[in-house]
């Protein structure tokens, strides 16, 4: 069930549903039904085990690697779709009997350039920073994802509490401008 009632929280739900219905996977989690029960919107989903990020805690490097390269078959077919995720991270990433499959696609947008600045600090693509939303910042966020799963935090650290992604972004790109250049 959906808590917020407004036109917007539909229209985005639907939007994620939408999405999602088109990128049917083995590696991506399936939507059952979305509708109204008495003015409240729900949506039904697979049910998974776990998220990514608490399943590759205890299990062995080989393991989780697995699971990183299913998520590469899921987002493979996001793109496939003509669609970027735009939060590829891995609380995303829900597992279910064993295997990876990619979920959230609430801030699911086509490729484009957008003043928007959208994801979860700490993943999110300097290229993306800059505007630019295509498949190329959803990779970063992968290998991003795939580093966080296998040594148990994200590559360039964990970003600092209440950070948001305009803000972190930004501080990644102004302190190494010379790295993010478009020359």
């Known amino acids: ?3 917020d009632r407004d036109d917007d929280t539909t229209w985005r739900l639907l939007a ?3 999405a999602m219905t088109r990128c049917i996977h083995p590696n991506i989690v399936h939507v059952h039904d979305v509708g109204d029960h008495d003015g409240w919107l729900y949506s ?5 085990d776990a ?5 590759s805690r205890d299990q062995p490097w080989t393991a989780v690697l697995d699971r990183v390269l299913e998520l590469g078959l899921g987002l493979s077919r996001v793109h496939a779709a003509g669609l970027v995720h735009a939060d590829v991270k891995p609380a995303n990433v829900l597992v279910k009997d064993g295997a990876a499959k990619l979920g959230d696609f609430g801030l ?3 490729p484009g350039v957008t003043a928007r600045v959208v994801g979860t600090p700490g993943y999110i693509a300097p290229e993306v920073a800059d505007g630019r939303q295509g498949p190329a910042g959803d990779v970063f ?3 991003c994802c795939s580093w966080a799963c296998l040594f148990g935090r994200p590559p360039f650290g964990d970003p600092p509490a209440g950070a948001d992604a305009t803000s972190t972004t930004g ?6 401008p010379e790295r993010y250049s478009s020359a």
């Open 16 to 18: 994620e549903v939408q």
């Open 44 to 48: 039904a989903m697979e049910l998974c």
């Open 51 to 55: 998220d990514l990020e608490m399943w």
């Open 1 to 3: 069930m959906h808590h």
């Open 171 to 176: 501080l990644a790109t102004v302190a190494s």
């Open 108 to 110: 699911v947008t086509s």
């Open 141 to 143: 966020a992968f290998a």
